[in-house]
């Protein structure tokens, strides 16, 4: 790797922890769809520091939206994907290298087709497998998204290509060599999500 290469790729790390800060024009140029970025409640930066869980409110997130709040220093994404997403999910097992996600990490709870408790909603650490860069959404499809004329719609990391589909399984001959990866998490009633702390049995 150049010495470019890992200017970009230590910025694009520093534009990772500024997300959850109210960076959003990345994801806002990226999609053809509205992906608000919506502030969450936050502990105090000592207890960030240490890990302490983040209560994210999901309520006004509509289907086909998106929304990226800050746990130990890492942007999390919380979509909540519409049927049409969830669809797209059977089209793209064929082309992703780990699609049962048995080498990735993730809760016990999230070992499912769609790797989350609920369907819709995916949360996932915003952190590309390969050199821990960000990776932007693009939800666009086909030849639009300007990535592939096949592509349904998913992530994309500039820093050196590699893709992720809509469930953050990564796509076959990338460099990213893992799925990203699925923080624990549980939720506190039908509009709140706690990243951080275990679903319980799990």
């Known amino acids: ?20 800060a109210g960076s959003v024009a990345g994801v806002a140029a990226a999609t053809a769809t509205l992906i ?16 302490a869980p983040v209560e994210v409110d999901i309520s006004r997130l509509k289907p086909g939206q998106m929304m990226t709040v800050e746990w130990r220093g890492k942007p999390v994404w919380i979509i909540n994907r519409s049927p049409e997403m969830l669809e797209t999910l059977k089209k793209t097992n064929a082309k992703v290298s780990d699609p049962n996600s048995e080498r990735s990490l993730q809760p016990n709870y999230c070992k499912n087709e769609t790797r989350s408790i609920k369907p819709g ?14 990776p932007t959404a693009n939800f666009r499809k086909g030849v639009e998204s300007g990535i592939d004329a096949e592509w349904a719609g998913g992530f994309y990391c500039p820093c050196h290509g590699s893709t992720y589909d809509l469930a953050g399984r990564v796509f076959k001959d990338k460099l990213a060599p893992d799925n990203l990866e699925i923080p624990p998490y549980k939720y506190f009633g039908d509009a709140k999500i706690i990243i951080g702390e275990e679903t319980k049995g799990a």
């Not at 150049?2 to 500024?18: N, T």
């Not at 608000?36 to 890990?51: L, R």
């Open 121 to 134: 909603i995916m949360v996932a650490v915003g952190v590309c497998t390969h050199l821990g860069c960000s």
């Open 1 to 20: 790797m150049g010495s470019d290469e890992k200017f970009d790729c230590g910025r694009r790390r520093l534009m990772a922890a500024a997300a959850a």
């Open 36 to 51: 608000p970025f919506v502030a969450s409640m936050k502990p105090s930066e000592q207890a960030k520091a240490a890990g």
